[in-house]
């Protein structure tokens, strides 16, 4: 029992060797075989690799190849370009050289003709004087005394019909010259008026407008200076001014304050603000299109932005810019038409009012002011003197001056373009205003309601209530000692005190 115990445990040993040898090489033939897939992928990969890289580094060749032919046709279009250049160059240094060659020789023919005229005046004076027995300095005397008296009576004459006849054509040509100016120039006629009109569309606006016990209406009545008018005309709002520029703003302030839908003193203030900035971006335009309709180019952004300016300024109610516009084109027209410099007739034309954007701002005449400022901004000093004299202030210097001026009488005499009655209400009112701010404490004051009320406002930390009572007094009496005025003037004095703090 025992030895077949025995002998069972080795064959049992025996056969768990040879089963295990056996399960040992199956294990390595399928890992052998398992590798050598995986290498035979990695060659396929590597092979697809390198196949990707050829292709991919013959498509690069063939882009920089293409890239270089691009640039070899490009050399060869400049190397023609500059060949041409060359070829006219030589063109016109030996046409220069040919004109040269023929000036010289015209000179040379001159020279030999002065030389041969010389001789000539010599050799007549030689045998004059031979025939009368006289020298040559008598003979000269007495020719001259011969002819000078036989002449005298026809070179008066002559010199009579000829400046009459010089008359007679400068002025018909003057004459055709303006006229033919004036029917080339077409602008339209546009008088400035006091007064703007603002759509609102919804007539329950009006009452925001206004606000509760008239807080809206009197808050964007002092920021900007300007009357508005809420009455039963439906759909509109009336804005009130002799300035353009605040008009502009108020109308500008107004609309946005509609679009927006909130109006509140806060509010308003905001779209003052707004309206400001908008309407200097509005002026620097103005100038820079004036500029360009006139066709100058070279004048500096202060000098544009003045111009632009003059877009809120009138003059017996004609607008300054387009005004200053016309005479620059007009002069330009005839500068032309004579031969002169149009640009500095163009200039000066288009300059010759540019001291009327700030002599509301500056002591003097717009005339001085306007030469400063050219001067300060080294304008050509031909410019200058072509501008300068359009009121006779300065004496006429250069021939652009004279143009200027017939420019500016065209532009100023057309039908319709100017009214006194308008300048003169438009002065009453600047006039109403300059006298209220020369008072101490006054922060600002605006002419209304045609010149019929002025309202005063105060700094309240200087002015109290008392001291904005009698400033009153004190205003209106200066109005009455000063200006001359139908009717009476209301001044009403407004102190407004804010308190401010922040919650933090």
């Known amino acids: 029992m025992n030895l077949l115990s025995i002998v069972l445990l080795a064959l049992g040993l025996v056969l768990g060797y040879f089963l295990r040898q056996f399960v040992l090489k199956r294990r390595a033939s399928s890992i052998e075989v398992r590798l050598r897939k995986k290498i035979e992928e990695t060659r396929k990969q590597a092979q697809e690799i390198i196949l990707e890289a050829k292709n991919q580094a013959s498509k690069t060749i063939d882009e920089a190849r293409t890239e270089a032919k691009e640039r070899e046709r490009q050399l060869m279009r400049l190397e023609e370009r500059l060949m041409k250049r060359e070829e006219n160059l030589e063109i016109r240094e030996k046409d220069i050289q040919d004109k040269q060659q023929k000036l010289n020789e015209t000179a040379e023919k001159l020279k030999r003709l002065n030389e041969e005229l010389a001789k000539g005046k010599e050799k007549l004076t030689d045998e004059l004087s031979r025939i009368a027995h006289l020298t040559r300095d008598e003979a000269k005397k007495e020719l001259f005394a011969q002819i000078e008296k036989e002449a005298a009576d026809e070179l008066i004459a002559l010199e009579r019909k000829t400046a009459e006849q010089r008359r007679q054509v400068i002025e018909e040509k003057t004459r055709d010259i303006i006229l033919s100016v004036i029917e080339r120039f077409s602008r339209s006629v546009a008088s ?6 603002v ?37 509109i709002v009336t804005l009130s001014s ?67 300016r003059l877009q809120f300024r009138t003059s017996y109610g004609q607008n300054v810019l387009q005004h200053s516009v016309e005479v ?23 300059l010759h009012d540019v001291g009327k954007s700030v002599d509301q701002e500056i002591e003097g005449s717009h005339l001085e002011i ?37 420019a500016d009488i065209i532009s100023a005499s057309r039908i319709g373009a100017r009214s006194d009655s308008l300048e003169n209400y438009i002065k009453r009112l600047s006039d109403l205003e300059e006298i209220a701010t020369t008072f101490p404490g006054v922060e600002k004051a605006y002419a209304i309601s045609g010149g019929r009320e002025i309202r005063v406002f105060v700094f309240p930390q200087e002015i109290s209530d008392l001291e904005a009572i009698e400033l009153a007094k004190n205003v209106a009496q200066k109005i009455e000692s000063e200006l001359k005025y139908p009717g009476e003037i209301k001044v009403n004095v407004i102190r407004e005190t804010r308190a401010t703090e922040y919650a933090k």
Do not use: C, W
């Open 242 to 308: 002799f300035d353009p520029t605040r008009r502009a703003i108020a109308k500008l302030a107004v609309e946005k304050l509609i679009k927006d839908g909130r109006i509140q003193p806060a509010k308003i203030e905001e779209k003052v603000d707004e309206a400001k900035k908008e309407i200097h971006e509005q002026i620097v335009k103005a100038g820079e299109a004036a500029v360009y309709e006139v066709g100058i180019f070279d004048f500096p952004p202060q000098i544009i932005q003045l111009m632009g």
């Open 199 to 235: 759509n609102i569309g919804d007539d329950e606006l009006k009452g925001k407008i206004i606000g509760k016990e008239g807080r809206n209406i009197r808050h964007l009545e002092k920021l900007t200076g300007v009357e508005i008018i809420i009455d039963e005309t439906p759909g």
């Open 192 to 197: 400035e008026t006091t007064s703007s009109i």
């Open 328 to 350: 620059a084109l007009l002069a330009g027209m005839l500068a032309k038409e004579l031969g002169l410099d149009v640009d500095i007739a163009k200039k000066g034309g288009l």
């Open 370 to 406: 306007g030469r400063k400022i050219l001067q300060k901004y080294g304008i050509d000093e031909k410019v200058v003197k072509a501008m300068q004299s359009h009121h006779e202030t300065y004496p006429i210097e250069i021939p652009e001056a004279s143009l200027v001026n017939a």
